[in-house]
């Protein structure tokens, strides 16, 4: 489970995408969830990625330029994982495509 | 707790808050927090948030525009759960400020 992401300075894009799982246990969506994550990490233009699953989930993953978003939604192997999350995952999602504007951090160890 | 936020077209601003808890019970935070998700919906151009914690938190409240952003911060209230979450609540955070351009969602009752 990744952390905090580590950003450059804006600007950057984020990809915010929430979603209110359908109940189904075994339904395969933790082990895609979990690979998908990891193959967004190797794409071009990747610069990180938060999660959070209380009652809604919530991911942002963060992105150089657009381009790099508008190829990991077409990669093959996220579009199938789309098509399932429409087919069964899913009951809502919203996906917002943002521009990080500002941003700052604080780091109790200064780090 | 609330659910997924109902928003209106692109353009509008996005508040992207992930934070990793330091470990402290009965701190005050669970109180503040909720206080904070209902003071920030009494807000002028306040357009709804998500949140969800699960290892790191991530909350994302959405915003008719910058100034509505600005006035929030620095709310009286609000200024002090800042000071109390740099003081004794997080670890670490970061807050990224952004503009959302584009939107889609996905609802299975077709709502």
Redesign the interface.
């Known amino acids: 489970?990744?952390?905090?992401?580590q950003?450059p300075e804006?600007p950057y894009w984020?990809v915010?995408f929430?979603?209110?799982r359908?109940a189904q246990p075994d339904d395969g969506y933790d082990d895609t969830a979990q690979r998908m994550l990891t193959l967004a990490a190797q794409q071009s233009g990747f610069l990180g990625v938060?999660?959070?699953?209380?009652?809604?989930?919530?991911t942002?993953s963060y992105w150089a330029d657009e381009a790099s978003i508008a190829a990991w939604k077409r990669n093959a192997d996220h579009a199938y994982a789309q098509y399932e999350?429409?087919t069964r995952w899913?009951?809502?999602?919203?996906?917002?495509?943002?521009?990080?504007?500002?941003?700052?951090?604080?780091?109790?160890?200064g780090a």
Chains 1, 2 share one sequence.
């Open positions: 489970m990744p952390g905090l992401a950003t804006p984020a915010i929430t979603s209110h359908a938060e999660t959070a699953h209380e009652g809604v989930g919530i942002v999350g429409r899913y009951d809502r999602f919203q996906l917002r495509v943002a521009r990080v504007e500002r941003a700052y951090g604080f780091d109790r160890e």
